[in-house]
């Protein structure tokens, strides 16, 4: 794309053959620029998750949060209401359910499809599934008019790959930052490229 000073990677598929087969062109960062550095993001291992979404006619006023955290139910781990995001439209209220981690590795076993594109069935189950268990708790009371499960394939990395420093890099000015260098989470990415502006900075003002 042409010549840079520096370049931040965020995202480690950048670097993964699995690039190739959503995109079906090679990586767009070539492993011998920095073979020691983009080998550690190929070895990331992931926990995948299942992810519904839900569109109500009405909000859920039963429900006091805008985000919860289950700690006793096997299927589901969390739910976020996508609503309350700045710029959201507020002619319905939607949701996101996230499955735990062992729920979704035993669908995926359970699957035809194993690894690849879960078929629509196995996303009807998830679905039910998902919505069934966000009932039981008696917060949603409702049935939402629209419901969408996905799999999230790499949804949390299983491991931190630059604790300590928060980000990776090479003296080519070429920086990795994201949650698989911190923690599994949004304030693991945040934290991670705060640290990768800083390491670019120190290095521009070392010229």
């Known amino acids: 794309l042409g010549n840079f000073d520096g370049v931040v990677v965020t995202d480690k ?6 690039f190739f087969y959503l995109t079906e062109h090679p990586p767009p960062l070539d492993m011998n620029v920095a073979p020691q550095l983009l080998s550690r993001m190929q070895e990331i291992p992931f926990r995948s998750c299942f992810a519904l979404m839900m569109a109500f006619n009405e909000p859920l006023n039963s429900v006091p949060v805008k985000g919860i955290s289950f700690i006793n139910s096997e299927v589901l781990s969390s739910a976020f209401c996508d609503s309350s995001k700045p710029g959201r439209s507020s002619a319905s209220q939607c949701w996101v359910l996230h499955s735990t981690a062992e729920y979704a590795k ?15 069935l196995t996303l009807r189950r998830v ?13 949603c009371t409702s049935h939402p008019f629209f419901l969408k499960a996905h799999r999230w394939g790499s949804a949390f ?7 300590g420093d ?20 949004v304030e693991g ?16 003002s070392s010229k």
């Open 106 to 120: 035993t669908v995926i076993a359970q699957s035809d499809s194993g690894l690849k594109k879960p078929s629509d």
């Open 157 to 163: 990395p299983a491991v931190s790959i630059a604790q």
């Open 127 to 139: 679905s039910e599934e998902l919505l069934g268990e966000f009932q039981r708790t008696g917060l």
């Open 166 to 185: 928060n980000c990776l890099w090479d003296s080519r000015k070429l920086v990795v930052c994201g949650d698989f260098c911190v923690s599994p989470n």
């Open 189 to 204: 990415a945040i934290v991670s490229g705060l640290a990768a502006s800083s390491k670019l900075l120190e290095m521009f």
């Open 13 to 18: 598929i950048l670097a993964s053959p699995g």
